[in-house]
């Protein structure tokens, strides 16, 4: 019986021991293997993302907006757009062509004297008499 005995606690002993050193083969496996970024957070391991404070940031790439198909594509609360320029001088200055499937143009208004204002339907029977 003491024989026995003897025999599954070394057998026990040996299979702990077994796992043992398996665990920690592959912890130190596991730790050797690893290597630290090559540079600081996007120093060329990845895009810049953009930030979410006051500064200017340029992105030379295109801009794709709404690809998950929010309710709106592009939300500019304050401040003022610039298509084809850095200093827009109106809401939205557009430098260039515009092109449209379809506009919709409530009032066009003197810029030097903004009381006068002409709704679409006006300025439509005045250039087409």
């Known amino acids: 019986m003491k024989i026995l005995k003897s025999k599954i606690l070394r057998d026990l002993c040996t299979k702990a021991f077994a796992v043992f050193v398996l665990v920690a ?18 120093g060329g391991n990845s895009n810049a993302p953009f ?16 690809a998950g198909n929010a309710e ?11 298509i084809g320029t850095n200093t827009p001088s109106e809401t939205l200055e557009v ?12 009032q ?14 006006q300025m439509y029977n005045y250039v087409h008499p």
Not at 57 to 63: A, C, E, F, P, R
Not at 108 to 121: A, R
């Open 25 to 42: 083969f592959a912890f130190i496996s596991h730790t050797l293997a690893w290597t630290s970024p090559s540079a600081p957070p996007t």
């Open 51 to 66: 930030n979410a404070d006051s500064a200017t940031q340029t992105k030379v790439g295109g801009l794709v907006l709404n």
């Open 72 to 82: 709106y594509g592009l939300v500019v609360p304050f401040g003022k757009v610039g």
């Open 95 to 106: 430098v260039g062509d515009v092109r449209a499937v379809q506009a919709h143009i409530d």
């Open 108 to 121: 066009v208004c003197d810029k030097t004297n903004p009381t006068q204002c002409l709704t679409f339907t």
